[in-house]
T-cell receptor, first 110, second 115 residues
Framework: GQQVMQIPQYQHVQEGEDFTTYCNSSTTLSNIQWYKQRPGGHPVFLIQLVKSGEVKKQKRLTFQFGEAKKNSSLHITATQTTDVGTYFCAGWASYDKVIFGPGTSLSVIP | KAGVTQTPRYLIKTRGQQVTLSCSPISGHRSVSWYQQTPGQGLQFLFEYFSETQRNKGNFPGRFSGRQFSNSRSEMNVSTLELGDSALYLC??????????????FGPGTRLTVL
């Protein structure tokens, strides 16, 4: 069946360093969404990517969708303590099935 | 607009019991999905309801069931609880937009502990 993987599983960075998490699907995706879950909180929608090769930016966050629509990445420039949390990608393989990746847990050391 | 609400927030049950969790979606949202989140398995999709009909289902045993009411509120039921059912159960609602492009708005979850 379809699988969505994320690497790394955990990442510890010094405040101010950059951070990247990668999402890889075993099948071609129609679109991909990214969510952030703060410790003790619930997932919150960040962004959706639909087009092959699409790049979107939200302040210090840059999201990319691969040309083959099977992988995606989230890059955070100059991390801050407010970036702490788990970042999930969610891939739609068809229009009725979404699979969440296992998430990347980010810790930021002040 | 009020967000997704879930009740109760915390629940402690013993093995063999059954439990019912409730979810009220954002006003105007007609799709409600349920997820189980555990440290080991991450976010696992349980099922989705749209206009009182189950539209999609994950790979969970029949002990897990749900329903949706005409006002879009949804309930999830787990019968014959097992220790492994201890988890955070998240409900997410979305607009009836084009399938596959729905942004999901998650509730705070119900933390279920099975002893």
């Amino acid at each position: 069946g379809q699988q969505v993987m994320q690497i790394p599983q955990y990442q510890h960075v010094q405040e101010g360093e950059d951070f990247t998490t990668y999402c890889n699907s075993s099948t071609t995706l129609s679109n991909i969404q990214w969510y952030k879950q703060r410790p003790g909180g619930h997932p919150v929608f960040l962004i959706q990517l639909v087009k092959s090769g699409e790049v979107k930016k939200q302040k210090r966050l840059t999201f990319q969708f691969g040309e083959a629509k099977k992988n995606s990445s989230l890059h955070i420039t100059a991390t801050q303590t407010t970036d702490v949390g788990t970042y999930f990608c969610a891939g739609w393989a068809s229009y009725d099935k979404v699979i969440f990746g296992p998430g990347t847990s980010l810790s930021v050391i002040p | 607009k009020a967000g997704v609400t879930q009740t109760p927030r915390y629940l402690i049950k013993t093995r063999g019991q059954q439990v019912t969790l409730s979810c009220s979606p954002i006003s105007g949202h007609r799709s409600v999905s349920w997820y189980q989140q555990t440290p080991g398995q991450g976010l696992q999709f349980l099922f989705e309801y749209f206009s009182e009909t189950q539209r999609n289902k994950g790979n969970f045993p029949g002990r897990f069931s749900g329903r949706q009411f005409s006002n879009s509120r949804s309930e999830m039921n787990v019968s014959t609880l097992e220790l492994g059912d201890s988890a955070l159960y998240l409900c997410a609602s979305s607009l009836p937009g084009q399938r596959g492009t729905d942004t999901q708005y998650f509730g705070p979850g119900t933390r279920l502990t099975v002893l």
